[in-house]
């Protein structure tokens, strides 16, 4: 641990989710890194409950449970609007993960947006004590920090992108985009996943700010901000045990005996447009056409609960993939064989576990993704002396430490289907192979070291002066 003792840490994001001290809960990977990450610290995870009120009050709600303090407060139904299905997921989200099309651009998302970043930070602000760090997670939140300067914060503050930072000319569309990376200048630590980001977002400063880089230091106007690459992890340990404990093995053995001897592919997301579903699933069906023999032999389980389901885009993809599924399914299936089951749930944690060690093939084929911890929980879940094989896109930031799944470029059919067919006829001695070396990479950057990199990166710089 790397805090100075009497000092607290004040983590602030969108949602916060109260961790529930059992396993039970599908969380998004962003609540369940920083739930095991805060506590290992004392402090407070501020953010929006996830509830509206008919008019902002800035009542903030107090919970502890299982070692961690929350503090949350409740959106008016513009703020949701504006802010969350405006601002956050139907411009920032898209334009993020290179979907331009997607995109959309209206003045009440960007004033919604810088509403609701004010109105945290007059919220959080009196529970801010000296010698406090406050780290600020997320694309909801850019303009936080810069708030809380300007109503006198001379904290250090640090900042962590969960998602890419797009290449300097993708992020020139947006209309706020100087304004937007101007104000990251407030920070004192900007963390990315991998060095791609981090460089796409110092091309973006230096070449449309005039920001100079300085070593590991990015300047701007006499600010002097650190940015750093520090790959977001998993706890290995805690997967490792649930996939030795009772709901994984019950879930095991009902994958098992409903496969009836076939291979299990699995693929666990989101349903989001930037995972590559629909890719996916395309590529899925080449390898049926290409290689009529394993038709009967395998079935691919995609599970994939809704979310952002106010958004028009997703509700699209949703329907995208139902036809889909449908029609490969229509087309390929048999009295005694299904190719492709389609759940639209989520699961706990431990039940995924199980079945991510069922599974013969892990698929995770995002168009983009910051990092992707589905990848990581696929190699933590399974067994050492028969271990399956990821198959992994190469636009994931976890393609930066996996480099012993097998790559993919996920908008190839052909490649995936290569892929697939590459990773049934694998022998075990090159599976054990390639699993150790994962392995090793996931528990070398695990979800402490994470916390620990950044944490102390943020203890190095100096308080802003008063
Ligand atoms: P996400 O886009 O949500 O996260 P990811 O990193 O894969 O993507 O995390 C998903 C999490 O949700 C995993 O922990 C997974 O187990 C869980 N989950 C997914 N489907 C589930 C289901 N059906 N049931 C239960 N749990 C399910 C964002 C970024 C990523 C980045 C993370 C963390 O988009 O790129 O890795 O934040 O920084």
Redesign the pocket.
């Known amino acids: 641990m790397e805090l100075d003792p009497v000092s607290r840490l004040i983590v602030i994001s969108n949602r916060v989710s109260a961790p529930t001290g059992s396993h039970s809960g599908?969380?998004?990977?962003?609540a369940?890194?920083l739930a095991s990450a805060l506590r290992e610290y004392k402090g407070i995870w501020f953010g929006w409950s996830g509830d509206r009120a008919d008019s902002f009050t800035g009542d903030i709600h107090f919970e502890r449970s299982d070692g961690v303090t929350t503090a949350t407060i409740d959106l008016e139904d513009q703020d949701v609007d504006e802010y969350y299905n405006g601002y956050a997921n139907r411009t920032l989200w898209p334009l993020f993960h290179y979907r331009v099309d997607l995109a959309e651009y209206e003045r009440e998302y960007a004033g919604g947006y810088r509403r609701v970043n004010e109105r945290f930070a007059e919220t959080v602000y009196p529970l801010i004590e000296d010698g406090d760090a406050i780290w600020i997670q997320d694309y909801h939140m850019f303009p936080l920090g810069d708030e809380l300067r300007k109503r006198g914060c001379g904290n250090r503050i640090g900042f962590f992108l969960?998602?890419p930072w797009p290449p300097r000319r993708l992020m020139s569309i947006l209309p706020e985009a100087q304004a937007l990376a101007r104000s990251l200048f407030a920070y004192d630590v900007i963390g990315f996943?991998i060095d791609e980001w981090l460089q796409s977002f110092c091309d973006f400063a230096e070449q449309e700010l005039g920001a100079v880089r300085d070593g590991e230091d990015l300047v701007l106007d006499g600010r002097r901000v650190r940015v750093m690459a520090v790959p977001?992890g998993i706890d290995v340990q805690e997967f490792v045990d649930l996939a030795a404990g009772t709901k994984a093995r019950l879930a095991y053995r009902q994958m098992r005996d409903s496969a009836t001897g076939r291979d299990m592919i699995v693929g666990?997301?989101?349903l989001?447009y930037?995972k590559g579903l629909e890719e996916r699933f395309l590529g899925y069906e080449r390898f049926l056409t290409e290689h009529p023999e394993e038709r009967k032999e395998v079935f691919l389980l995609q599970?994939?609960?809704p979310s952002r389901e106010a958004v028009g885009s997703y509700q699209k993809i949703r329907r995208t993939l139902e036809e889909l599924s449908g029609r490969i399914n229509g087309e390929y299936a048999d009295i005694d064989w299904v190719p492709i089951r389609y759940v639209n749930?989520?699961?706990?944690?431990d039940v995924?576990a199980g079945i991510y060690r069922a599974a013969k093939i892990g698929l995770v084929t995002p168009l983009r993704?910051?990092?992707?911890?589905?990848a990581k929980?696929y190699v933590a879940a399974q067994d050492p002396e028969d271990p399956g094989v990821l198959i992994l896109s190469r636009f994931?930031?976890a393609a930066t430490q996996l480099t012993d799944a097998l790559l993919v470029n996920p908008y190839s059919a052909e490649e995936m289907s290569d892929a697939i067919i590459r990773a049934l006829r694998m022998s075990r001695t090159e599976r054990i192979d390639r699993w150790r070396k994962m392995m090793a990479a996931i528990e070398q950057q695990d979800i402490s070291w994470w916390l620990d990199t950044f944490t102390s990166a943020l203890m190095e710089r100096e308080p802003v002066p008063a």
């Open positions: 599908a969380q998004g990977g962003l369940v890194a969960h998602i996943h977001i666990v997301d989101r989001d930037s599970i994939a609960p749930q989520g699961y706990s944690r995924l993704d910051g990092m992707n911890l589905v929980e994931a930031g």
